[in-house]
Nanobody, 122 residues
């Protein structure tokens, strides 16, 4: 299983970014995908989840209404559209996958890609 996040960068408050996660080595339709982030000195937290079918999505309150997760079966890609970014969104963002249902328990996501840095600053 391989995942790779990309698309991070420096953006001003109120701006937008779209992160991408490429995947290989597993049956894409059988795995849920999550986006997580980790800021310096803080624990890794989930920010968006999408089920294997794409029908179920979950967002914590901290990003609800600003972040949108989607998946493209043909391209084996998962995206995270981030709008109205805030300074507190600054972190390294990771995509992860697991067989089975979405779970908010970070420890239950077994496969992780390398992260991409998102910095929100004026």
């Amino acid at each position: 299983v391989q995942l790779q996040a990309s698309g991070g960068g420096l953006v001003q408050p109120g701006g937008s970014l779209r992160l991408s996660c490429t995947s290989s080595g597993f049956v894409f339709d059988d795995y849920a995908i999550g986006w997580f982030r980790q800021a310096p000195g803080k624990e890794r937290e989930g920010v968006s989840y999408i089920s294997s079918t794409g029908y179920t999505k979950y967002y914590p309150d901290s990003v609800k209404g600003r972040f949108t997760i989607s998946r493209d079966k043909a391209e084996r890609m998962v995206y995270l559209q981030m709008n109205n970014l805030k300074a507190e969104d600054t972190a390294v963002y990771y995509c992860a996958t697991r067989s089975g249902e979405i779970t908010p328990k970070t420890s239950e996501w077994g496969y992780w890609g390398q992260g991409t840095q998102v910095t929100v600053s004026s």
